[in-house]
């Protein structure tokens, strides 16, 4: 009887699959986002919501705070004195490594906020509030690092970051119970499957892992503080390191079989989709606001005062504001290439229909750099004279811009590598068509280009001739 | 002949009206926004991609801008000395003004960018980089303001201004020139439209009436610069003024017949609609923003130096945080208070089904005070012992909450007043049974209910029949 009943469940997540591959294909050639908002579904219950709006807030939410910590950096005096400069340097490094572990620590908060509400689909008034006091709890992250960063003697800011992530775990699981004890809430691949208790356990034991890695960490650093370090870290890789585990153990063993009842949430596989329109909402958030974070601050410092004006410049305004010039050419500049990888960034999307885990984490890596931005632009106009350091920050901005355009380039190219699935059919065919140019001008000798082909990519070979037939 | 070509357009004109009311009513049912990203949309023209993304980013550049001014008055310090309050009071309400007339100028630009691109509903790559260039300017644009509220007798900032929206008048219409020239780039009523000149020269008109002024009022500037600030004034009032002027004419003369060959866009109108979608994402950007303000500056400003720990609190980092104690009440607060201000916002736009012009006006005028929060609590934790400053802070908190939440319901008053139009047909149903029981409750000796309903409400009783029917 027991073996009926396991056969039976894998019988089911068999059918599950094949209904997730057909509603997965329709997913891709019709964009999700659609059906997320369509009115008849809000009309289905009268008290319960579509979740778009409040997914955009949340975006807006965390791409301003994954952002901001650039900031403490921007705004670093940089002394001519020798001395004090390398203090100085040295509070730098602090500060961008603040910024970029808050950029990572944020994203991932942001991953599991996308994961969870790719299980619940819609929302009510109680899930919405919830998720603001989640939100509220991840905002507040930045602040608990720079603690950590300025005392990494003191056990305070691990004691507040932990205490946060726990607290946003716990919030986490009540808002899957509420969901779970609500079924026309869930994603409807959850909400017509048979045991949904199971999906339940599962999502709830991937959530809890976190905060209760924290629990440990806060528990060590009472006593060992530096373990409670690694501890967090890697509760940041744990996915990336169990995956990574894995990878080996089949490539040494030998092709280890996905177990059968793989399910499409809370994998932590590569491939697992990320929503689109969220990644896209997250990215529009911190290009935004990196490309106004400078006038932020020459609106705020750059008005010269009435006084000054008339006594060292003999009332004359444009005299004043010439000592500005290099922050508007900064200004400008700063605009125009976060307008121009923004402009890259929203032609690469344009052309990929499914996002994956692993290009939403190479789309973190760019826009970390992009966040970098600012501060390159600031070195740039601080230092207008004296050429040596000028010279460095112009090196720094090209590096900036170099990785931020290298990490989306490999976006590019994770996405021709599983292109049927993250492909427009119209691309893949211009992809084909330019691959087949470029065989023919650098081996136009070969007898048989079809050999070519099978020896080059195996994998690419399958959707040519689905594609053409 | 010219009578008949005249009929003919005002034929054809009707029959576009029929349309359109058509597409209207189908443009409620279902949102417009699945339309807009659907992928055989962009599949249309290889080169043509859909309008969202690069909506969503403006959309995210400009509540940023709009947003960003209140910073200036956030951190001026106000100082215990009695002698220099006055001059820092000055100093804050000039800053106060440049934060409100930003915020207007924005919106307005944001509203006219709006109207734009519901001509323009497909976008190309040239389009991309106009619309960014258009975007650069428009975020320079609290700059002048500054420069103007600081230096009101100089003319540098009225003509920055007048610099700055001339060359974003110079762009739209390039871009309106140029999406005319493609025109699988408009909207579909056009695209079919056979007077599409009509169309390109009308609205050719609306946007090129504000640069105009602007020259004027550059040139008057030279001449004598009071004169102009009345000219900006007015091209911001513009469409109001003439709305205004047209009403009163009607109430005076009587009923004036509607033009016949009256166009759905650049109307001016009060009930000229507005794309919800883009309202909810100004809106996100503007909640998003205020809600983050304080942590960033307590990011910035509340980590205290080492040393200082080390000499002043004896090492102990809790005593030395104890100090920023009201500061993170001040954060929790804030953001406790914008986050339910966006759940009755996002509760109050879930029920709405189209937005107008009109309800666009009061969610303006709703957001700027939200804007204004930061700076209420800013005040509350700097005034923490002298109670009489702290009152104050209060009241003013108060104030901009209470004035936040009265133009929401203002938005909701003008939905339920345009109720066939703007509201889901289960909230008409539900609003209807409300009213019906309030009457029950309080005028139970009526005998005909009917003739109080024909008497209260003469409009809403039509979609109540139709409801019923």
Known sequence: MGENDDSDIIEHHVEEEMEKRGTRSHAASSSSFPESVSPSDREGHSSTQSSHRLLAYSDALISIIATVMILPVAHTKVEDNEELRE??????????????????????????????????????????????????????????????????????????????????????????????????????????????????????????????????????????????????????FLPYISQFLKWCRSKAIGQVEETPDSMQFYTFLPNEPLTKERVEAFSDGVYAIVATLLILDICEDNVPDPTVVKEQFGGSLVAALQVYGPEYLAYFGSFATVGLLWFVHHSLFLHVTKTTRFMGLLNTFSLAFVGGLPLAYQLTHEFPRNSHNELEAIQISCVIIFFAGIFQLTIWVVALYNEQETLHPYVRLLVRVGLALLRKIFCPDRPDPRTVVEEEDDETRVPFNALVT
Chains 1, 2 share one sequence.
Request: charged letters at 10%; hydrophobic letters at 60%.
């Open 87 to 236: 203090s100085v340097q040295q509070l730098l490094t602090t500060k961008i490594a603040v910024y970029l572990m808050t950029f990572l620590i944020v994203t991932v908060a942001w991953a599991a906020h996308i994961r969870l509400f790719q299980v619940i689909v819609r929302i009510d008034d109680c899930l919405a509030l919830l998720n603001l006091a989640c939100m509220m709890l991840i905002t507040f992250l930045p602040y608990t690092f720079s603690l950590m960063a300025t005392f990494p003697q003191k056990i305070l800011g691990i004691l507040l970051f932990c205490g946060c992530v726990m607290v946003i775990g716990v919030i986490q699981s009540v808002i899957v119970l509420y969901a779970f004890s609500r079924p026309f809430l869930l994603n409807e691949q959850i909400q017509i499957s048979e045991n949904q208790t199971f999906y339940k356990h599962h999502i709830l034991k991937v959530i809890m892992r976190v905060p209760l890695m924290c629990l440990f960490a806060s528990i060590f650093s009472v006593i060992f503080f530096q373990l409670s370090y690694v501890l967090l870290a890697i509760v940041i």
